[in-house]
T-cell receptor, first 113, second 114 residues
Framework: GENVEQHPSTLSVQEGDSAVIKCTYS??????FPWYKQELGKRPQLIID?????GEKKDQRIAVTLNKTAKHFSLHITETQPEDSAVYFC????????????FGTGTLLAVQP | ETGVTQTPRHLVMGMTNKKSLKCEQH?????MYWYKQSAKKPLELMFV???????ENNSVPSRFSPECPNSSHLFLHLHTLQPEDSALYLC?????????????FGQGTRLTVV
């Protein structure tokens, strides 16, 4: 079945460093790849997404890259800050009749001040 | 606030109880979803409703029964649950369930089955 693998499961960085989280997906028909951030005790919130017709998208300190051939996509956070500490989830969807988002297992990012 | 509200925020129930989770969205969306979030597991899609019609049941046990009376409200009726059903249940909505529309999540209901 469809699945999304996410690595690493935990990531600790120093404030100001960069953080990279990687995901691979199995369904080659996937064409939409969002990233969600979930702070402790709060709901997941979309932080950035990318569609299959582009290879990279950037929004201030956050960027996402997509390699459709290799079926993997990555989240890059530069100049990390303590408030970036959270669990980050990647997801993949093929769209169509149902927006069935398949989520990765999450990455706990800790930014040390 | 993202406009998706879930009640209650916390629920403790016995295995013989019957309870319901409620989700309401004020975003004018047409699609609503139930997800289950367990520790160290991916978010698991349970049900999808599009224009009040159920379009996806992801092999969920019958002790979970969804209800969608209109596009703004979604319920999850619970009965004879098991301790392993303890988890965070998240509701989400999107403009529609086709294409790649963005999903907005509620705060979740933390369910504990004793």
């Amino acid at each position: 079945g469809e699945n999304v693998e996410q690595h690493p499961s935990t990531l600790s960085v120093q404030e100001g460093d960069s953080a990279v989280i990687k995901c691979t997906y199995s369904d080659s028909a996937s064409n939409y790849f969002p990233w969600y951030k979930q702070e402790l005790g709060k709901r997941p919130q979309l932080i950035i997404d990318i569609r299959s017709n582009v290879g990279e998208k950037k929004d201030q300190r956050i960027a996402v890259t997509l390699n459709k051939t290799a079926k993997h996509f990555s989240l890059h956070i530069t100049e990390t800050q303590p408030e970036d500490s959270a669990v980050y989830f990647c997801a993949a969807s093929r769209g169509g009749a149902t927006n069935k988002l398949i989520f990765g297992t999450g990455t706990l990012l800790a930014v040390q001040p | 606030e993202t406009g998706v509200t879930q009640t209650p925020r916390h629920l403790v129930m016995g295995m013989t109880n019957k309870k319901s989770l409620k989700c309401e969205q004020h975003l004018g969306h047409n699609a609503m979803y139930w997800y289950k979030q367990s520790a160290k597991k991916p978010l698991e899609l349970m049900f999808v409703y599009n224009f009040k019609e159920q379009t996806e049941n992801n092999s969920v046990p019958s002790r979970f029964s969804p209800e969608c009376p209109n596009s703004s409200h979604l319920f999850l009726h619970l009965h004879t649950l098991q301790p392993e059903d303890s988890a965070l249940y998240l509701c989400a909505s999107s403009q529609d369930s086709g294409g790649s529309s963005v999903a907005f999540f509620g705060q979740g209901t933390r369910l504990t089955v004793v």
